[in-house]
């Protein structure tokens, strides 16, 4: 059973524009939602996280939008470049990290 | 700052054989998980260690075992190898135990099983 669903599972953007990557979770004891940015050979490396009292987080470019009635949160990539390119996970928090399957995300020159 | 460093970065094994993989977190930082990477089931957590005791652990075979060194270094074991156990292996270490505020990775060792 898929704790944390992701979609979609790649995006292809235009330099400029918007990335939208969606995630859904059903364990309300989640306690902590980060978003985790992976390039080929890297590990994954921590871009920004909120936690459930915050309907939103920005830092820079990157905006995390949560909604804890209905269980979602989604990260919004503005102004996308070529250097964005890259998997992106979501994931959630119960003592343990639990990851979403992650999107491969591709933003045109 | 250095980072987490994993060693080594690229092993090659036969079906059967075993593997330790090791792993030395970011100073100070107590706690130490394992993450089995593949294309087809993404990140899955394999198990943590903090201060030396094993405190959490994924739903896979007893064939993976790990253990964490009073340094807080940790290596993984993984025993009578199976074509399948290719995968990244990720190391991330984090201050306290339970991952209240995300973890760090390393770049991971990318065991190819023959």
């Known amino acids: 059973q898929q704790q944390v669903k992701q979609s979609p599972q790649s995006l292809i953007v235009q330099k400029g524009g918007i990335s939208i990557i969606n995630c859904a979770y059903e364990?309300?004891?989640?306690?902590?939602f980060p978003w985790y940015q992976q390039f080929p050979g890297k590990g994954p490396a921590l871009l920004i996280a909120?936690?459930?009292?915050?309907s939103e987080k920005k830092e820079g470019r990157f905006t995390i939008s949560f909604n804890k009635s209905a269980k979602q949160f989604s990260l919004h990539i503005m102004d996308s470049q070529p250097g964005d390119s890259a998997t992106y996970f979501c994931?959630?928090?119960?003592?343990?990290?639990?990851f979403g399957k992650g999107t491969r995300l591709h933003i045109l020159p | 700052k250095a980072g987490v460093t994993q060693t080594p970065r690229y092993l090659i094994k036969t079906r059967g054989q075993q593997v330790t993989l090791s792993c030395s977190p970011i100073?100070?930082?107590?706690?130490v998980s394992w993450y089995q990477q593949t294309p087809g089931q993404g990140l899955q957590f394999l198990f943590e260690?903090?201060?030396?005791?094993?405190?959490n652990k994924g739903n896979f075979p007893g064939r993976f075992s790990g253990r964490q060194f009073s340094n807080s270094r940790s290596e993984m074991n993984v025993s009578t190898l199976e074509l399948g156990d290719s995968a990244l292996y990720l190391c991330?270490?984090?201050?306290?135990?339970?991952?209240?505020?995300?973890?760090?990775f390393g770049s991971g060792t990318r065991l190819t099983v023959v």
């Open positions: 260690y903090f201060s030396e005791t094993q405190r």
């Open positions: 909120i936690r459930p009292d915050v």
């Open positions: 991330a270490s984090s201050l306290a135990a339970g991952a209240n505020y995300g973890y760090t």
């Open positions: 364990n309300t004891a989640f306690d902590y």
């Open positions: 100073s100070g930082h107590r706690s």
């Open positions: 994931a959630a928090r119960d003592d343990k990290i639990i």
